[in-house]
Nanobody, 121 residues
């Protein structure tokens, strides 16, 4: 069974970069037809899909976040990464990585437990 585990710094200062890692076990991130996405949740915005990377390495971004985020991967370590640049307090959220079959957007069937990221000075 696939497992996903997010990790990150917890607290980030405004204007800095938030860097998160998703470690995947029980399955390869290069297995065809699977997509590995980043979704965040906050009381203000609810669930927000941020982007995803497919098994081929193709990357998809939310249009509203495309200018500020970057998704990448390490196929040797079986990890997926998210960077959010120039963060503001509005980026405070619980960040999840998740797996989807056949779709980069929705639905996602396996989720990590999430990692809280707080943007504050």
């Amino acid at each position: 069974q696939v497992q996903l585990q997010e990790s990150g710094p917890g607290l980030v200062r405004p204007s800095q970069t938030l860097s998160l890692t998703c470690a995947v076990s029980g399955g390869s991130i290069t297995t065809e037809r699977y997509y590995w996405g980043w979704i965040r949740q906050s009381p203000q915005k609810g669930l927000e899909w941020m982007g995803a990377i497919g098994s081929s390495g193709r990357i998809y971004y939310s249009p509203s976040l495309k200018s500020r985020i970057s998704i990448s991967r390490d196929t040797v370590k079986n990890q997926v990464f998210l960077q959010v640049n120039s963060v503001t307090p509005e980026d405070t959220a619980v960040y999840y990585c998740a797996r989807s079959l056949n779709s980069y957007y929705w639905p996602y069937d396996y989720w990590g437990q999430g990692t809280q990221a707080t943007v504050s000075s």
